[in-house]
């Protein structure tokens, strides 16, 4: 088990310090310059490199993109877009949701479908460790708290399953409803509830909570809204799945339906990897996988 945060340690690249020192050295040697040399060279330190491409910390370039992947090759049946890919809740009403007792807890969030709208169920779990210290059991309650029309409605989850996610006897559910096209110029075709992610597992303290943490300051005019937006990612074998990732959006005290600023830049922030940036720290599971497994960074 890991005694640091799971999460938020930044993943900087080392920059050669002593070697430049040593050619500093050697530039500095000897009691003449060679003629027109105009003295030893200045050394010069690199700057850290901005996170790669699909870093778990997402550039706004990079989020878009997943968004767009999704958006292109997942659809309702027959060509019909998805709806409601991208929905926001206040933080201050995600925070309803804060896990109780010690230790590392998980966000685990259920996708659902109601018509062609993606229909999310939200909880958090406790983590328990493993003999692997990059994986993580848990166990999802009975209940989840569905999100729609703006609020959080109690629901048991069989149920809430049933009626968005998985009945083998409905045409309008999650997998029954949904296609995804794994390569540019394949065909879309039906999930598959034993492979296809139908929920997403979000570390709670070092994703939701660091997130928040690292771009709270600075807007005292405005509130903090957490939005969850479908991306799509590529797991090891090269298919497509549906993942969830998330960032803060900005909306004015005053006036909260004047429109909305989203905390998001393609700029690199070494010691606060999530500031301005989304994040995609989720461990994508099918139904019956109480499994997180944190991912690379």
């Given amino acids: 088990m890991k005694t640091s945060n799971i999460l938020t340690s930044p993943r900087n690249a080392a920059i050669a310090v002593a070697v430049a ?52 090759n997942f659809d309702a049946g027959r060509g019909v877009p998805l709806l409601h890919t991208a929905q926001e809740i206040p933080f201050d009403t995600l925070l309803q ?52 029309r703006g609020r959080f409605t109690n629901y048991d989850r069989t149920q809430w399953r049933a009626r968005y996610q998985f009945d083998a006897s409905s045409t309008t559910v999650y997998y029954s409803k949904v296609r995804v096209r794994h390569t540019p110029t394949g065909s879309f075709v039906a999930l598959d509830p034993h492979t296809d992610a139908g929920a997403d597992v979000l570390a709670w303290e070092d994703e939701v909570l660091a997130l928040q943490d690292q771009n709270a300051q600075g807007h005292p005019d405005s509130t903090l809204h957490t939005v969850f937006r479908c991306i799509g990612r590529r797991d090891a074998e090269a298919q497509l799945r549906h993942g969830m990732a998330l960032h803060m959006r900005l909306r004015a005290v ?44």
């Fill in 97 to 148: 949701l804060a896990p109780g007792g010690q230790g590392l807890h998980a966000l685990h969030i259920d996708y659902g479908l109601s018509g062609d709208s993606i229909r999310l169920a939200f909880c958090t779990v406790a983590l328990s460790p493993t003999g692997d210290s990059d994986r993580f059991s848990y166990t999802v309650g009975s209940t989840v708290k569905d999100w729609n």
């Fill in 21 to 72: 020192a040593f050619v500093a050295v050697l530039l500095g040697c000897g009691t003449s310059n060679p003629p027109n040399a105009g003295g030893p060279a200045a050394v010069t330190y690199a700057a850290p490199p901005p996170p790669p491409a699909d870093s778990m910390h997402l550039l706004d370039s990079t989020y878009q993109r997943l968004h767009g992947l999704f958006t292109a």
């Fill in 254 to 297: 005053q006036a909260p339906n004047s429109g909305y600023r989203d905390l998001l830049d393609n700029n690199h922030y070494p010691t606060r990897p999530l500031h301005m940036h989304g994040a995609d720290f989720g461990s994508m599971n099918p139904p019956g996988n109480g499994y997180y497994e944190l991912p690379p960074q």
